[in-house]
């Protein structure tokens, strides 16, 4: 069946420092892959999506490429704030079937 | 705001109490979704509903009762709660349907569970 793997953390960075949260994943056919947050004591929010190959999901300065070649898709940001700091879940969903989520990724930001 | 809300946002009951959760969506969405979100846990997949018709049950346990009366509404009836039902439950919706691969999860606040 379909997964999604991604690094559990916590990743702690210093404010302005530059960002990469990985996620690969395992699919049959061309699924769509998402990126949400969760902030404390909150829901999960999305973030960016991308729907097909090569595609660049983009957001509050966050971004993701669609790669399909190595079934990835990492959550980058050039400088994080510390408002940055959240829970953030890779998922997957291939046609006609229910989300896949990661376990997700702890990111605390230090002034 | 997601235009997913929750009710009530903290929850303690328990375990010979009854009561319910309540989920309403204003996106015109119409499939709705549980979930489970436990400490050091992975997001839990509860129920899933489809024009109000539940097409699936993730092996729940059945001291967990969902009810879905319209598109805009879910419930989830809890009676005879453990312990170990103490979790951050959050609702979804996405417009389901002809959707498909690309449709979208909205999420609300989710009620925080707690079962003494």
């Known amino acids: 069946g379909n997964s999604v793997t991604q690094m559990e953390g916590p990743v702690t960075l210093s404010e302005e420092a530059f960002l990469t949260i990985n996620c690969t994943y395992t699919a049959t056919g061309y699924p769509s892959l998402f990126w949400y947050v969760q902030y404390p004591g909150e829901g999960l929010q999305l973030l960016l999506k991308a729907t097909k190959a090569d595609d660049k999901g983009s957001n509050k300065g966050f971004e993701a490429t669609y790669r399909k070649e190595t079934t990835s898709f990492h959550l980058e940001k050039g400088s994080v704030q510390v408002s940055d700091s959240a829970v953030y879940f890779c998922?997957?969903?291939?046609?006609?079937?229910?989300?896949?989520f990661g376990p997700g990724t702890r990111l605390s930001v230090l002034p | 705001e997601t235009g997913v809300t929750q009710t009530p946002r903290h929850l303690v009951m328990g375990m010979t109490n009854k009561k319910s959760l309540k989920c309403e969506q204003h996106l015109g969405h119409n499939a709705m979704y549980w979930y489970k979100q436990s400490a050091k846990k992975p997001l839990e997949l509860m129920f899933v509903y489809n024009f109000k018709e539940q097409t699936e049950n993730n092996s729940v346990p059945s001291r967990f009762s969902p009810e879905c009366p319209n598109s805009s509404h879910l419930f989830l009836h809890l009676h005879t709660l453990q312990p170990e039902d103490s979790a951050l439950y959050l609702c979804?919706?996405?417009?389901?349907?002809?959707?498909?691969?690309?449709?979208?999860?909205?999420f609300g606040p989710g009620t925080r569970l707690t079962v003494l």
């Open positions: 998922a997957l969903r291939g046609y006609g079937q229910n989300f896949v």
């Open positions: 979804a919706s996405s417009r389901g349907g002809l959707a498909g691969d690309t449709d979208t999860q909205y």
